[in-house]
């Protein structure tokens, strides 16, 4: 996959309009969590609100890491890893954690450092089979144009991934609506 290969399903200066639209503090306790955990507060309960904000589905895997084994890897990704490959690693060994998830935690944690992947996020740069499980794909590729986007939006890469969300998230509605 090729930088080329994306494309921003609306146009550039149009982030600001659909990251206004993502609903109004549905990210704050996952943020607050993430804040807390830099902060050196690597608890379960601070990892399953992040879990609970990317898809609560995956709190009953999260549920079968042990209290140290997540205060060891929230320890280690956020602190200690110098390369966002190794904090990715360190949280992918959790059970329930694989690069979607891990860029949560991660996200939660640095704004400025990482950003959201997820199927929402491939469809609105216009790669919708995209491997957005693939941590290569995440560092190689979409990493990347994320921050080239933010950057030729003059946005944070929090707002250009709250854009793509409610943007992927509009198109849901319209598809039912039809139906």
């Not at 993430?34 to 999260?62: M, P």
């Not at 957005?132 to 990347?144: E, I, K, R, S, V």
């Not at 890469?157 to 039912?176: F, P, Q, Y």
């Amino acid at each position: 996959m090729a930088s080329n290969d994306f494309q921003l399903m609306f146009t550039i200066d149009k982030i600001g309009y659909w990251a206004a639209q993502y609903p109004k503090g549905w990210d704050d306790e996952a943020l607050a969590a993430g804040e807390k955990i830099i902060k050196g507060d690597y608890s379960r309960s601070n990892l399953e609100v992040i879990v609970d904000w990317k898809s609560d589905r995956r709190k009953k895997l999260i549920a079968d890491n042990s209290d140290s084994e997540i205060a060891d890897a929230l320890h280690i990704a956020t602190g200690h890893a110098r390369e966002p490959r190794s904090a990715f690693a360190v949280l992918m060994g959790l059970r329930g954690v694989a690069v979607p998830m891990a860029s949560a935690i991660l996200t939660a944690t640095d704004q400025e450092k990482y950003t959201l992947v997820d199927w929402r996020a491939v469809e609105a740069l216009g790669v919708p089979d995209a491997d957005y499980y693939n941590l290569n794909f995440y560092l190689a590729h979409y990493f990347p144009e994320c921050k080239r986007l933010a950057s030729q939006g003059k946005v944070s890469l929090r707002m250009l991934d709250r854009a793509l969300w409610v943007w992927s998230k509009s198109r849901e509605k319209k598809k039912s609506a039809v139906r």
